[in-house]
């Protein structure tokens, strides 16, 4: 595109040029075009499905539109399972986050075996739940080692059932769950700049008092955000609530209902309207959460410049 | 250094053995939960003992590899692993790139929208893909199992690359268009050199996630395209039919690859990465 | 490589989301020229740089080469180098390599790369680091291989953004020195933004400064420096004393301004009406001290800094204004003095209109810019 002085541009070329013009003063141009593939690609796999799904729900085979979602809530066996997937969920990733953070923060610093032990700590969340869910029942079963040192040194009478009930599941979301919180909680713990403890150590606080009124607050948004990943995980929990849970009982969690309404039961509308309800559910609490994350600090955790 | 001395002073103290303790403890079950799998897949026989009676014998993984048909499982879930890792890759490291360079209008919007598969469970949006997966004939087979579980790759690699090249100075690129280096050959000199080592984790990162992504395979695959975390679950799940030992071999295999592709990931990525896509100093 | 004539930018402005970083710049750069951009920081200057680059698109006007229309080319097809203010070197190639770049992209023959790579790197001293990655050398040195790299393709134009403020005091006289000899050798024709006055008094050949991405003033170091054309010119040009009075008689040549105690005679600059609000601006050089018992305005001395031959005194009117001077003689703090000026060195601008932009004119400007050190 190039014109001389003596032949002033024609007029079509000249509004594609103010077009451009305007556009290029919002941002826009060709090279946005790379975006299309992936934005492309979640809505036709991401959105697309998800409401189709919730279109689905609302068209259940008999009795009006909203009948699935009336059917959930009235069976008690479906309705539960949010009361039962929440009870295992809160709870577990709460002892996540809570547990990360003491340990965490004793391992900030530099030290000899650091990334060993961090490597040990990727370990089981790369297993999976379906493996760890086979090792428990290996492990924490009625004969397994675990039963077997609590009888031998006298702590108890008979094997502690831990297995096919809540505690097997629960056990499975601190497995898989407790190293994925404490990584990020570590690497948040990183991005603390360390004078800022140093400085306040020169104004006389103690080392309760520098995590108390130092650390934590900084560290708090980062706890948000580890909760509401930590939960999101154990929130989905599923293969291993029906290997090592109670299936049909204790931990008859959402995403079974889900998925028996869908497979067993071919119900598609209900099968939908129960995972609407999840994610809706599993958005509710993030929500929460990050709106008290908001009340929060979130700027810097550096202590100056450089 | 005062963190010297800090860390020093802690570690008399009666707090710090408590945590050191539960991490031991953490560990000891951890090895516990692991070691009972392979110690039942290598023994003969295991009841009600500290460990298997009548010897060891590895005489059940060849009947899990037999009875399970782990060598076609095993293909399909490297197919089905290097296809999700090489099409996320091309979809997402160009969407990362702009949204590393650019502002426009709706660019939160549009991060929102590739962070929300990472945020939903799996099963919420498994069940109406599959479905529309079903519809339109991809569901049941490869393809089914590998578009399901692009779901969540392809924003991941977006989540992970997008601050990779954020702390790429972008004035290098104007430096080489300055220097006369077209859209092309900034791309293929300058960025792609410099993006190796991001791709490189994000493909790791996504092979790891796919081998072990359990929820969104078992909803969409069928009966030949079942990956190995998949195979595990249903021979776990149909337990008293076969043999609890054979069904400990092959968690043993799968864990093995597991454990394979974590150390080779490890080789390029930091753990921390594995779990987040938080920044940390090169130590 | 082309050579143009002149270059000439025409309404050249840009803006974001409706904010206009840069409007209506006109100006005609001729062949040999260097010319500085200058201005403080989100002035425009840089803006003004990368749409001359073609980094940024324009929103309005155009920029053409003699005869040829630039501003729709793509950097890459304008030929002019640049000069990165944090020098964007290829962090996975050697210096050669980071210097051979743009002779590559223009598919120049391999032995006239090695010939003119060799020439460049010898121009810039850095013959024994050719081989290493840009993260093993000092930062001066980063610097010489970012100029090498510009100027080695000769450019019609080399475009260089802040180059030197990342380096420390010695190190950038030194290479302000270099900069000068490279253009004036190789011939090159220079647009450098700055926000150092003396950097740019010292380089240029012509100066345009900019505030609020709007031409100020255009003109050579001279006439900026003894002529400025506003009060926001001779505030960035060393004016350090800028009083808020308001003007009273004048007899054409000077004009009489009062207020806050003071009574002075200077001489207007534009459109200065008596009664109306004005800013008198003065270097601290050009105030004289004088002993208490003489004619002027008193004042009493706060602060003395040595500066080598002269001192830099701070003083305090009996009415409160704070005043900067210069000189050789060495006041004590607490001396009583009086303070007299040459009404030539004394320049009444008018203030802003009402509704413009208010600036921050106090008496007191610890925010000023460095002056002349």
Not at chain 3, 62 to 67: C, F, L, R, V
Request: with cysteine; aromatic share 8%; net charge positive.
């Amino acid at each position: 595109m190039t014109a001389t002085l003596d032949r002033p541009p024609e007029a079509p070329r000249r509004s594609r040029t103010a077009l451009r013009h305007r556009l290029a003063e919002r941002g826009i141009d060709r090279q946005l075009l790379l975006l299309v593939p992936a934005a492309l690609f979640v809505i036709l796999l991401f959105i697309y499905p998800f409401l189709y799904g919730v279109g689905l729900s609302f068209q259940p085979a008999e009795g009006g539109p909203l009948a699935a979602y009336r059917e959930f809530f009235t069976d008690a066996y479906l309705r539960d399972t949010i009361g039962t997937t929440l009870g295992l969920s809160l709870p577990a990733a709460l002892l996540n986050v809570l547990a990360s953070v003491p340990i965490a923060y004793r391992m900030r610093g530099r030290f000899r075996g650091k990334r060993l032990l961090t490597t040990i700590l990727v370990v089981p969340i790369t297993l999976g739940t379906v493996l760890t869910a086979q090792g428990l029942l290996n492990f924490l079963g009625p004969t397994g080692w675990f039963n077997r040192t609590l009888l031998s040194s006298g702590l108890v009478d008979e094997p502690v059932r831990l297995t096919n009930n809540y505690w097997g599941v629960f056990f499975s979301l601190v497995i898989t769950g407790f190293p994925f919180a404490f990584l990020l909680v570590l690497s948040y713990l990183s991005g603390i700049d360390p004078t800022l403890e140093r400085a306040a150590s020169t104004l006389g606080a103690g080392s309760w008092q520098r995590f108390r009124r130092i650390t934590l607050p900084l560290l708090a948004p980062g706890l948000a955000t580890t909760f509401c990943l930590t939960f999101v995980l154990a929130f989905s929990v599923f293969p291993s609530a029906i290997l090592v849970g109670d299936p049909s009982g204790t931990t008859r969690v959402i995403s079974i209902a889900a998925y028996e309404a869908a497979y067993v039961q071919y119900d598609y509308a209900l099968a939908s309207a129960v995972a609407v309800l999840m994610g809706l559910v599993e958005l509710i609490v993030i929500a929460i959460v990050l709106g008290w994350r908001a009340l929060l600090y979130t700027g810097s955790t550096a202590g100056g410049k450089g | 250094m005062s963190g010297v001395a800090t860390r020093r002073r802690l570690s008399g103290s009666p707090l710090a053995w408590l945590i050191w303790g539960l991490v031991i403890f953490f560990f000891v079950n951890l090895a516990g939960v692991i070691g009972s799998v392979v110690v039942s897949s290598v023994g003969e026989r295991w009841f009600d003992t500290w460990l298997p009676t009548a010897g060891y014998t590895t005489r059940w993984y060849g009947e899990a590899w037999q009875e399970f048909g782990l060598g076609p499982v095993l293909l399909t879930t490297l197919e089905v692993s290097l296809l999700v890792v090489g099409i996320s890759v091309l979809i997402g490291v160009p969407a990362s790139y702009v949204l590393a360079r650019r502002s426009f209008p709706g660019r939160r919007l549009l991060y929102l929208l590739f962070l929300l598969p990472i945020l939903m469970p799996p099963i919420t949006y498994g069940i109406p893909l599959a479905t529309v997966l079903y519809k339109y004939g991809f569901a049941g087979n490869l393809s089914g199992v590998v578009l399901a579980n692009l779901v969540p790759s392809v924003p991941f690699v977006i989540l992970t690359m997008t601050p990779f090249i954020e702390q790429i100075d972008p004035a290098i690129e104007r430096a080489a268009r300055m220097c006369g280096a077209g859209t092309r050959q900034v791309f293929v000199r300058i960025l792609a050199p410099l993006l190796v080592p991001g791709i490189l984790a994000a493909s790791i990162l996504v092979l790891v996630r796919t081998v072990g992504m359990f929820e969104l395979t078992f909803l969409t695959a069928g009966p030949d395209s079942q990956t190995l975390v998949v195979a595990l679950y249903y021979s776990m799940s149909a337990a008293g039919i076969r043999a609890q030992q054979s069904v400990d071999a092959m968690a043993v295999m799968y864990s093995g690859m597991m454990l394979v592709l974590l150390v080779v990931a490890l080789r390029f990525v930091n753990p921390t990465q594995l779990v987040a896509r938080v920044k940390e100093d090169v130590d | 490589m082309t050579r143009f004539e002149q270059l000439r930018l025409d309404g050249v402005s840009r803006s974001f989301a409706g904010q206009a970083a840069l409007a209506d710049l006109d100006l005609t750069i001729r062949r040999g020229e260097f010319i500085a951009l200058l201005g403080p920081s989100g002035c425009g200057k840089s803006t003004a740089l990368n749409c001359l680059a073609g980094l940024l698109p324009l929103t309005r006007g155009s920029i053409w080469q003699d005869d040829t229309r630039l501003d729709t080319l793509p950097p890459e097809k304008r030929g002019f180098g640049m000069v990165f203010q944090n020098y964007a070197l290829f962090p996975h190639l050697t210096v050669r390599k980071n210097v051979a770049f743009g002779l590559q992209m223009r598919r120049v023959s391999r032995a006239d790369i090695r010939r003119r790579v060799d020439e460049a790197i010898r121009l810039v001293h850095l013959e024994e680091h050719a081989g290493k990655l840009p993260g093993q050398l000092s930062g001066g040195q980063q610097q010489r291989v970012a100029i090498a790299r510009a100027v080695v393709l000769e450019p019609s134009l080399v475009l260089m953004d802040e180059p030197l403020s990342n380096l420390d005091a010695k190190l950038r006289l030194e290479m302000r020195t270099e900069i000068r000899r490279l253009h004036q050798s190789l011939g090159l024709t220079t647009v450098y933004v700055t926000h150092d006055q003396e950097e740019a008094l010292s380089l240029a050949d012509r100066l345009v400064v900019l505030r609020a991405g709007r031409v100020q003033q255009v003109g050579t170091p001279e006439e900026l420096h003894t002529s400025p054309a506003n009060w926001h010119v001779a505030d960035f040009m060393g004016y350090r004393n800028l009083l808020r009075l308001r003007a009273g008689a004048t007899d054409g040549a000077t004009l009489a301004v009062s207020g806050d105690g003071l009574e002075l005679t200077g001489t207007p600059v534009g459109d200065v009406r008596p009664g109306a609000e004005v800013i008198a601006g003065v270097r601290p050089e050009d105030l004289v001290i004088g002993p208490d018992s003489g004619a002027g305005v008193r004042a009493v001395v706060e602060v003395v800094e040595y500066q080598g031959r002269e001192v830099a005194v701070e003083a305090v009117t009996d009415s409160g204004l704070r005043l900067n001077l210069r000189g050789t003689v060495r006041p004590a703090p607490g001396d009583r003095i009086t303070v007299t000026v040459d009404p030539a060195r004394l320049l009444v601008f008018p203030a802003d209109p009402p509704g413009a932009p208010e600036p921050a004119v106090e008496p007191d400007r610890a925010d000023a810019p460095v002056a002349t050190g």
